[in-house]
């Protein structure tokens, strides 16, 4: 009996997460380390043109990571071509140097804020792409391979 409480609730927890949830995919970096020129492309379709909605860039990291912040440019193109590109600056490790987000053991992920309360006008294809932008104090040039990053993801959520 007990053992099927536990099942119920471990379902339940899984079911009522993804309410809002309207796209999500993640993609893998090569032997965990995102090198700079392999930009990660995010294609969706098909969302409701009044509906409201959140993005978060996710991100999986493991104890190779060896910064506490992380520095990505993300462009979002609509179905007629335009297109906006940030810089996001986003928190990995508080002061102390404990790794922030959510997991067990040395993998942790991180839902980051992109978007807040945006609304696609237009039917048709949207395209999200995501690079790192990291480089060492001093440096001018980019790192070539940025260690420690398992996978990188897109998440849209409905707002209620």
Same mark, same amino acid.
């Given at each position: 009996m007990?053992r099927s409480?536990?099942?119920?609730? @471990?379902?339940?927890?899984?079911f009522?997460?993804?309410?809002?949830?309207?796209?999500?995919?993640?993609?893998?970096?090569?032997?965990?380390q995102?090198?700079?020129? #392999?930009?990660?492309?995010?294609t969706f379709?098909?969302?409701?043109? &009044? =509906?409201t909605?959140?993005?978060?860039i996710?991100? #999986?990291?493991d *104890? *190779?990571?060896?910064?506490?912040?992380l520095?990505?440019?993300? *462009?979002?193109?609509?179905?007629?071509g335009?297109?906006?590109r940030?810089? &996001?600056?986003? *928190?990995m490790?508080d002061?102390?140097g404990?790794?922030l987000?959510?997991?067990?053991?040395?993998?942790?992920?991180?839902?980051?804020?992109? #978007?807040?309360?945006?609304?696609?006008?237009?039917?048709?294809?949207?395209?999200?792409?995501?690079?790192?932008?990291?480089?060492?104090?001093?440096? @001018?040039?980019?790192?070539?391979? &940025?260690p420690?990053v398992l996978?990188?993801?897109? =998440?849209?959520?409905?707002?209620?």
């Open positions: 007990l409480l536990y099942i119920f609730c @471990a379902l339940a927890l899984c009522s997460c993804t309410d809002h949830l309207a796209y999500s995919t993640f993609i893998s970096t090569e032997n965990g995102w090198a700079k020129d #392999r930009t990660m492309e995010f379709s098909e969302m409701d043109t &009044l =509906q909605y959140d993005m978060f996710t991100l #999986r990291n *104890q *190779q990571y060896p910064y506490n912040n520095f990505v440019i993300a *462009q979002i193109t609509a179905p007629d335009t297109s906006e940030d810089t &996001l600056e986003y *928190q490790a002061a102390m404990n790794w987000g959510t997991g067990f053991g040395s993998v942790k992920e991180n839902k980051f804020w992109y #978007r807040e309360n945006i609304v696609f006008p237009d039917t048709g294809v949207y395209t999200v792409t995501v690079s790192h932008a990291m480089r060492k104090n001093g440096s @001018a040039e980019g790192l070539d391979v &940025l420690g996978d990188i993801g897109l =998440q849209i959520e409905k707002n209620p």
